[in-house]
């Protein structure tokens, strides 16, 4: 089983990937390590600050982890917020039935409440360099963005908007 998690910017992603990494040690591919990899061995001239164009980078490459795992039947927890709405044809019909897909997003209500509690917890997992750009404004319109995509595209999306300890226990029970 792959297990591909992505949703927007501060939701636990990667809290939520390595939680399932330690429950049913499986392999984890954070898709933020494979573009810090390739921008800094120069393998291209994108930024970390070129979302759009990242995510039309990196989903191939991903992808084609992902198809390469299923074929070898082998589990893999992929983590990162480089995955295109449409990933589920673009995967192919084939190898979709393989995968786990959980997204996340936060609600306005629960940002407002938690702003504070959401950017201490920012390098929980991994430490963030820069977080100066991080404004509730800012992670709402990214939650409602990443929210919306999704759900346009008929896919789940679970929402923090209450215990965020319950809800990711729940996925880890899932």
């Not at 992929?78 to 192919?92: A, H, I, K, M, T």
């Not at 084939?94 to 940002?111: G, H, K, N, Q, W």
Request: hydrophobic share 40%; glycine share 6%.
């Amino acid at each position: 089983m792959i297990v591909l998690i992505t949703g927007a910017s501060h939701t636990g992603k990667t809290l939520l990937a390595q939680r399932m990494l330690e429950k049913y040690s499986c392999p984890y591919l954070s898709v933020d390590h494979l573009k810090m990899g390739l921008i800094r061995s120069g393998q291209t001239a994108l930024t970390p600050e070129d979302d759009e164009e990242l995510t039309s980078y990196l989903w191939p490459i991903v992808r084609e982890i992902i198809r390469t795992a299923i074929e070898n039947r082998q589990d893999l927890i992929v983590e990162g917020c480089y995955v295109p709405f449409g990933w589920r044809r673009d995967l192919g019909e084939e190898y979709a039935p393989s995968v786990r897909f959980i997204c996340l997003a936060m609600t306005d209500e629960y940002v407002d409440a938690r702003f504070e509690d959401i950017t201490a917890h920012a390098s929980d997992i991994e430490a963030r360099l820069d977080d100066s750009w991080l404004t509730p404004e800012k992670l709402k319109a990214d939650n409602r963005a990443v929210a919306e995509g999704f759900l346009a595209a008929g896919e789940a999306v679970t929402f923090i908007g209450g215990d965020y300890k319950k809800t990711i226990d729940a996925l880890l029970q899932g």
